[in-house]
């Protein structure tokens, strides 16, 4: 199976006030297509930092990182900005809806910004029933749980068809129902839109859920279990 996203030797410094910190050391990862990863770690092990050079917001200070075999580390930004609008797909820990649309229409207006006119409200309405909310589609977002608007929040991100979701801490302001359900539904995702998810948590009870697992610790990769 094609690797999707591999790091060879990814290293990350940051200049601090007191000179400069290594956040990530020495990082190799593969994660095949199609899988459903989980990045393990404890508050400050370097998961963001991680994450955010795979998704091409940041820069490794040394290494490489190639996305379906292209070095994305050597692409221009509008090349980036391109992969990151098209290919990727992001959620937050902070849910942010737009308020005063509903569901769909929230759903809907990411399609609109991502210039996809054809077939819209059929593809809507599939990312919405396949995140559970087929009953919930003209809700407004205040009329929704926590759990139900990370949900609106999944079906915008995947909507587009991004080959790699990426989903930071998704489940830190939910309980542990709602986190457990969050995460089987990505279990369904991933087979039946063919996305590959690299989801970051802390949440130990969380670990044996995905494909595959890689725990960070204090900025060292300290498995890649399959
Ligand atoms: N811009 C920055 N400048 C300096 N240090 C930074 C910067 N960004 C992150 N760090 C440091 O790098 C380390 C890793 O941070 P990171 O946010 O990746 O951790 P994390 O595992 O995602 O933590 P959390 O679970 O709390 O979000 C932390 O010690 C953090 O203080």
Same mark, same amino acid.
Do not use: W
């Given at each position: 199976?094609?690797?999707?996203?591999?790091?060879?030797?990814?290293?990350?410094?940051?200049?601090?006030?007191?000179?400069?910190?290594?956040?990530?050391?020495?990082?190799?990862?593969? %994660?095949?297509?199609?899988?459903?990863?989980?990045?393990?770690?404890?508050?400050?092990?370097?998961?963001?930092?991680?994450?955010? %050079?795979?998704?091409?917001?940041?820069?490794?200070?040394?290494?490489?990182?190639?996305?379906?075999?292209?070095? +994305?580390?050597?692409?221009?930004?509008?090349?980036?900005?391109?992969?990151?609008?098209?290919?990727?797909?992001?959620?937050?820990?902070?849910?942010?809806?737009?308020?005063?649309?509903?569901?769909?229409?929230?759903?809907?207006?990411?399609?609109?910004?991502?210039?996809?006119?054809?077939?819209?409200?059929?593809?809507?309405?599939?990312?919405?029933?396949?995140?559970?909310?087929?009953?919930?589609?003209?809700?407004?977002?205040?009329?929704?749980?926590?759990?139900? &608007?990370?949900?609106?929040?999944?079906?915008?991100?995947?909507?587009?068809?991004?080959?790699?979701?990426?989903?930071?801490?998704?489940?830190?302001?939910?309980?542990?129902?709602?986190?457990?359900? %969050?995460? &089987?539904?990505?279990?369904? %995702?991933?087979?039946?839109?063919?996305?590959? +998810?690299?989801?970051?948590?802390?949440?130990?009870?969380?670990?044996?859920?995905?494909?595959?697992?890689?725990?960070? &610790?204090?900025?060292? &990769? +300290?498995?890649?279990?399959?």
């Amino acid at each position: 199976m094609e690797r999707i996203i591999e790091t060879e030797h990814v290293n990350r410094v940051f200049a601090v006030s007191s000179g400069e910190f290594c956040a990530l050391k020495d990082i190799n990862v593969s %994660i095949p297509e199609g899988a459903f990863a989980i990045l393990k770690g404890r508050s400050g092990s370097g998961k963001t930092t991680l994450m955010n %050079i795979i998704g091409a917001l940041d820069y490794p200070t040394s290494g490489k990182v190639r996305i379906a075999g292209n070095d +994305i580390t050597e692409m221009s930004e509008t090349d980036r900005e391109n992969m990151r609008r098209n290919m990727f797909g992001f959620v937050f820990q902070a849910v942010s809806l737009i308020p005063t649309m509903n569901a769909f229409e929230n759903v809907e207006f990411s399609l609109r910004m991502a210039g996809i006119s054809e077939n819209r409200k059929e593809r809507v309405e599939e990312c919405l029933r396949r995140v559970g909310l087929a009953g919930r589609m003209r809700h407004m977002p205040a009329e929704m749980s926590g759990g139900e &608007q990370q949900r609106v929040a999944i079906a915008r991100a995947i909507a587009h068809h991004p080959r790699i979701l990426f989903a930071d801490e998704p489940t830190a302001e939910l309980d542990s129902v709602m986190a457990a359900e %969050i995460v &089987q539904m990505f279990q369904e %995702i991933t087979k039946k839109e063919r996305v590959t +998810i690299l989801m970051t948590t802390h949440d130990t009870g969380l670990m044996d859920a995905g494909d595959m697992l890689i725990e960070l &610790q204090n900025g060292e &990769q +300290i498995c890649q279990k399959q």
